[in-house]
């Protein structure tokens, strides 16, 4: 099963089974569609998503996921990323402020770097704090978003990691936009830390337990 963001709003690429399995998790107020994934129509999937006003979930059923993501993600430019759920011994979670959104440190990969690697370094790089420790893979998030003057669509997918630091000392890379830096309570993040992007939200909640 791939989830695919696009204008935060979700594109499931699954068997039929997890697409009726997903569906049956989405709000009343979602606007859903669910129909066979057909190769021709990728563009007509992501221009549909990108003009959504409302919460809206498209899900694409296919006998075998993996080969249709193949062919999806080869409309697309991929950049890789990696970024961290960090914690402290409070269970309070490292946030960042960043272009007038809350966010979960994250960069792209270096071509010399693993995720893990990569994961570390910006964070460190964004929050300035010293001392982090690496813990577990989380897993994966995707998104699609266009820049200005490009014509090619990105598709960034984002390693996750949970991580552990007692650091209280920030440095937000403003170069980055980044203007604050926070440890917050779990509980609260979902409540008060709003906007956040829905793939953000999934890392969240996988790791609320």
Known sequence: MYKIYINNCPLLIATEEECSSFISTLPDDCNIENLRFQKSLISNYVDKLEKQKQAFALCLYTKNPKKAYGRFRKYFKIIKAAGGLIFNEREEILMIYRNESWDLPKGKIEKSERPRQAALREVIEETGIKQVEIKNKIGKTRH??????????????????????QDNQFSPQEEEGISKVEWVKKNLVLISHKPLFRNLIDVLETCKK
Request: zero cysteines; glycine letters at 4%; a positive charge.
């Open 144 to 165: 699609v978003y266009k820049l200005q003057g490009e014509q090619r669509r990105i598709l960034k997918i984002t390693h996750w990691y949970t991580m552990f630091s």
